[in-house]
C-alpha cells in the first residue's frame, strides 16, 4: 500500500512538473534586424502566442551571418521550450546548399512547433528605375555595362538565391549587394542607393501601398493573392523560375513531449484564431498552419534540389 502511494504522489509530481511549463517569459529570436519583415511576424505572433501559455514571449534579435548566429543561439540553447526561433528556408535549407560548415545542422539540431505560412519574394524597384516589367529590365541592363545593382537581406538567404537564379535563368546583367537585413536594404532601395531588391511580400506591400517601390515581378509558380496584379517571373518566359520562402517556428531538438505539444497547441490555435490570421495576412504572409512534421519533409526535400540548382548555377559555395 505504502510502495503504491508514493508511486502515485511521484506520478501527480512528475504531472505537475509538466503542466506547469511555461514557468517563466520566453524568448523568441528573430535572425534579422528589427523592422524586417521576420521581425514584423514575430512581434505580431508573440502577444498572442503568449497570451495562449500565460507567459509573456520576449521578441529578440539576432541578426547576422544570413540568420546563422540566431540558428545557432538555438543550437545552443537548451531543449526546454524556453528558446524559440521564427525564420525562413533561408535558414533551413538555403544556407545549407550555400554554405560550408554552418554552426548548426537544419536536419538534426531543430525541432519544428509548426510551418505558420509562406511569403513569395517580389523582385522590386525604385520608381525610378525604367523598367515595370522583367523584359524592360532586361533591356536595361543590356544599356548598362557594370550590370544593375539588387539587394537582399543577407549572403546566403532566400532572396540572394532569388537573384542569382534569377540572373542565370534570364541572362540578365546583376550584381549581388548583401545587407544585414530587410530593413536597410528596403531602406536603400527606396533611397536610390540602389535600384533593385529581392523580397518578402511582408516587407514590400507597406512600401508599395506608400509609392515608394514598385514590383516587377514575383517569384512563386502562380500569382500571389497578396498581390493579385503583379505578374510571375514565370509569366516572362521562364516557367522554370520558383523561389517561395517558408517561416517556421522551431526550437532545440530534443524537448519533452509535454512542452512540445503544449507549444505546439498554442501555436496552431494562435494561427487559426479569425483576427491573428487576418493580421497576418494584411502583412502579405499567405497564411497556412501546417504541424512540425512538415518541417522535416521539406528540409529533406528541397535541401537537395538547392545543392544541385546552386551546382548547376555554379554559384560559389562559401
Same mark, same amino acid.
Given at each position: 500500500m505504502k510502495k503504491s502511494l508514493l508511486t502515485l504522489l511521484l506520478c501527480s509530481f512528475a504531472c505537475l512538473s509538466h503542466a506547469a511549463f511555461p514557468e517563466r517569459a520566453i524568448t523568441l529570436i528573430v535572425p534579422y534586424p528589427a523592422g524586417g519583415a521576420t521581425d514584423t511576424l514575430a512581434r505580431k505572433i508573440a502577444g498572442p502566442l503568449g497570451q495562449?501559455?500565460?507567459q509573456t514571449v520576449i521578441v529578440e534579435n539576432r541578426a547576422g551571418a544570413g540568420t546563422?548566429?540566431?540558428?545557432?543561439a538555438i543550437a545552443r540553447s537548451p531543449a526546454?521550450?524556453?528558446?524559440?526561433?521564427?525564420?525562413?528556408?533561408?535558414t533551413f535549407t538555403v544556407n545549407a546548399a550555400l554554405k560550408n560548415n554552418l554552426p548548426y545542422d537544419p536536419q538534426t539540431d531543430f525541432e519544428s512547433i509548426g510551418l505558420i505560412g509562406t511569403s513569395p519574394l517580389v523582385l522590386l524597384a525604385n520608381p525610378k528605375v525604367e523598367a515595370n516589367t522583367v523584359k524592360e529590365l532586361q533591356a536595361l541592363a543590356k544599356r548598362t555595362p557594370t550590370g544593375l545593382n539588387f539587394g537582399s537581406f543577407g549572403v546566403g538567404t532566400s532572396a540572394h538565391l532569388a537573384g542569382e537564379m534569377f540572373k542565370v535563368m534570364t541572362g540578365t546583367n546583376l550584381v549581388h549587394v548583401a545587407y544585414k537585413g530587410s530593413a536597410p536594404a528596403m531602406n536603400d532601395l527606396i533611397g536610390g542607393q540602389i535600384p533593385l531588391s529581392f523580397d518578402t511580400t511582408v516587407a514590400a506591400m507597406p512600401q508599395m501601398a506608400a509609392g515608394k517601390v514598385k514590383a516587377i515581378a514575383v517569384t512563386s509558380g502562380q500569382r500571389t493573392p497578396q498581390m493579385?496584379?503583379?505578374?510571375?517571373?514565370?509569366e516572362a518566359g521562364y516557367p522554370d523560375y520558383e523561389m517561395v520562402p517558408w517561416i517556421a517556428l522551431v *526550437? @532545440?531538438?530534443?524537448?519533452?513531449?509535454?512542452?512540445? *505539444? @503544449?507549444l505546439t497547441k498554442a501555436l496552431r490555435d494562435c494561427i487559426n484564431?479569425?483576427?491573428?490570421k487576418?493580421?497576418?495576412?494584411?502583412?502579405?504572409?499567405d497564411v497556412n498552419y501546417?504541424?512540425?512534421k512538415v518541417y522535416d519533409q521539406r528540409v529533406a526535400q528541397e535541401l537537395p534540389l538547392l545543392r544541385a540548382y546552386v551546382h548547376r548555377a555554379n554559384i560559389p559555395v562559401q
Open positions: 495562449r501559455l500565460g546563422a548566429i540566431g540558428a545557432a526546454d521550450g524556453y528558446t524559440l526561433l521564427i525564420s525562413s528556408n533561408t493579385p496584379q503583379v505578374p510571375t517571373v514565370a *526550437a @532545440r531538438r530534443g524537448m519533452a513531449p509535454e512542452v512540445s *505539444a @503544449r484564431d479569425p483576427v491573428v487576418a493580421d497576418l495576412q494584411k502583412t502579405g504572409l501546417q504541424p512540425g
